[in-house]
């Protein structure tokens, strides 16, 4: 098992930090202004997105493309009920450059299947759908 995180409370309302060996993270409810952190949930999308855009961009890279730019935006749709867990999750891949859209596919797929394993933790759970965008 991995160093463990840890999560501490700043002694405010419903604020928190999160710690870990490679970095540190506001945390805040939703019942929280706005600034005061990020929602776990929308930590939960960003770690997805962080996971997958480091995969592709780096295949990408190994298969010589010339990207230019490149995000990815995370979108989900959540229960109405509590515990309001993601129902289902969409990414966008956005791309810039003279990319050659079947290499684009083809990194996607392998992140989306092989190596990130924050999709691959989720994906029994939530449906992921994903696509995306080249602007040359």
Known sequence: MGEPVAVRWKDEGLRFEGVTPNGR??????????????RPMELLAVALGGCTAMDVL??????RQPVEAFSVEVSGERAEEHPRRYTSLEVVYRLRGDLDEA????????????YCSVEATLRPAVPITSRFEIVR
């Open 58 to 63: 780096s295949i990408l890279q190994k298969m």
């Open 25 to 38: 993270v506001d945390l805040a409810s939703g019942l929280e202004p706005e600034g005061s952190g990020i």
């Open 103 to 114: 290499k684009v596919a083809r990194a996607i797929e392998l992140s989306e299947t092989r």
